[in-house]
Antibody, heavy 122, light 106 residues
């Protein structure tokens, strides 16, 4: 059974960069059948898709327009994990961040990581 | 971008009731809809994918229907564990988007 475990800071200062890692168990970040996504959730914005990566002949990356200039998702094949880096943080980036596995056939997102509450504050 | 309009925003029900939650997409999305349950402080959990397919391990009292722009999640006989927030999600095209959620209360 695939499991995702998240790690990263819960408090980041404005203008700094957020870095979160999602560690994959019982699957591979290079899987032909999966895409690896990041979402976030806040009371003001609800559930919001941020971006994803997947491997099909080469690595592919898709990003939400709202964060595209600030977001980088990086796969780590050596450790079967993927990371989110979001720079130039503002208070509006305060949210709970989740990673997910997306089945590329059914487009079902399961499992989800447990979530990381990130507060942007000085 | 595709907008998902979910209703109702909140719903009061009792154990044993049958409830339905609706989602409308702003354009035709075939059957690319997932339904999630979320409890306080936890990650969403998928219940239904591809509009009608029951995720492994999910009780059979949950069912989904619809295609095109109109979708429904039905809980056949409410159990105490079902009181939570429910979301629909369109998986037809990027950016993936969600309904605003339905809070199911006793």
């Amino acid at each position: 059974q695939v499991r995702l475990q998240q790690s990263g800071p819960g408090l980041v200062k404005p203008s700094q960069t957020l870095s979160l890692t999602c560690e994959i168990s019982m699957d591979s970040v290079s899987s032909d059948f999966a895409a690896w996504n990041w979402f976030r959730q806040s009371p003001s914005r609800g559930l919001e898709w941020l971006g994803r990566t997947y491997f099909e002949s080469r690595w592919h990356y898709d990003y939400a327009v709202s964060v595209k200039s600030r977001l980088t998702i990086t796969p780590d094949t050596s450790n079967d994990q993927f990371t989110l880096q979001l720079n130039s943080l503002t208070h509006e980036d305060t949210a709970t961040y989740f990673c997910t596995r997306e089945d590329r056939g059914t487009r079902c997102h399961s499992p989800w990581g447990p979530g990381t509450l990130v507060i942007v504050s000085s | 971008d595709i907008q998902m309009t979910q209703s109702p925003a909140s719903l009061s029900a009792s154990v044993g009731d049958r409830v339905t939650i609706s989602c409308r997409a702003s354009q035709n999305i075939a059957t690319y809809v997932n339904w999630y349950q979320q409890k306080s402080g936890k990650a969403p959990r998928v219940l239904i994918y591809a509009a009608t397919s029951l995720q492994s391990g999910v009780p059979g009292r949950f069912s989904g229907s619809g295609s095109g722009t109109e979708f429904t999640l039905t809980i056949g006989t409410l159990q105490p564990d079902d009181f939570a927030i429910y979301f629909c999600q369109q998986a037809y095209s990027l950016p993936y988007s969600f309904g605003q959620g339905t809070r199911l209360d006793i």
